[in-house]
């Protein structure tokens, strides 16, 4: 189960933008969707620990991560969390092993050997165990995404968070790499928070997705039962979402 209520607020000085997400599901995939700029980076980060709210809770399965009320606030190590970035945010001077045992080292700790034997076998799980020695910068779209799973699921999350995970790929690559992620979430078992603002991604791999605009969660799609349902109508918002949303159902009805 995961369950979000929170409120943050972002700033430049200049410019403010404020995020209300509130949502809960437990399916083994949730989507995020909508528009750049809506607030879904900024929701992804605060599941981590990267951005820490004004406001609300947080619960990830059965722990709590964050509420305000409680004073309950863990850092991004103690979340439990994986996070694959759009970028894959991959290390360009270290090899594929070492960006893969990145996430299991610290300055004061390194890699024993019952961490080495776990990088040993996420790489051979994913299929990238003959890629150990090179740089990221030799390889494909595809391997670089599944060097950035790789270092995210070595550390044994309870949940994880991909921003965008195909937004830098390939058309034809995308269709195939749904499908490994597929079979990644179910090798795993590990539930899976996406953000995406490709319908094509979410009808995919998705069990229910929540639409976000300017900062709130607007509609939820249950791809399952085949149903959206209304959440917050905002005044002044144009008919596309909802067009674009019509369109995911008569995908999903195939």
Request: hydrophobic share 45%; aromatic share 6%; with cysteine.
């Amino acid at each position: 189960m995961i369950e979000v209520d929170f409120s943050l607020t972002v700033s430049d000085g200049q410019r403010r933008f404020d995020v209300e997400a509130r949502f809960a599901a437990d399916v083994p995939v949730v989507a995020l969707y909508g528009p750049s700029g809506a607030g879904k980076s900024l929701t992804l980060q605060a599941l981590a620990g990267l951005l820490r709210p004004d406001a609300g809770c947080i619960r990830l399965g059965e722990r709590v991560v964050y509420d305000s009320r409680l004073g309950v606030d863990l850092p991004a190590r103690a979340r439990r969390v994986g996070y694959v970035f759009q970028s894959y945010a991959l290390f360009p001077h270290l090899s594929v092993r070492e960006n893969v045992a990145f996430g299991l080292t610290s300055w004061r700790k390194r890699v024993g050997r019952t961490e080495a034997e776990r990088v040993e076998a996420i790489m051979r799980d994913l299929e990238i165990d003959a890629l150990a020695a090179s740089r990221p910068t030799t390889l494909s779209g595809g391997q670089q995404q599944r060097v950035a799973l790789a270092r995210a699921l070595v550390c044994q999350p309870d949940v994880l968070l991909l921003d965008e995970p195909f937004a830098a790929l390939h058309p034809m690559l995308r269709v195939r790499l749904r499908s490994e992620l597929q079979q990644i979430q179910r090798s795993f078992r590990i539930p899976m928070v996406m953000i995406s603002h490709d319908l094509d991604d979410v009808a995919a791999l998705a069990d229910v997705m929540f639409v976000m605009e300017a900062g709130r969660i607007t509609r939820e799609a249950d791809l399952r039962e085949r149903t959206v349902r209304e959440r917050e109508l905002m005044p002044g918002r144009d008919a596309g979402m909802g067009k674009r949303i019509g369109w995911l159902r008569r995908t999903v009805d195939g």
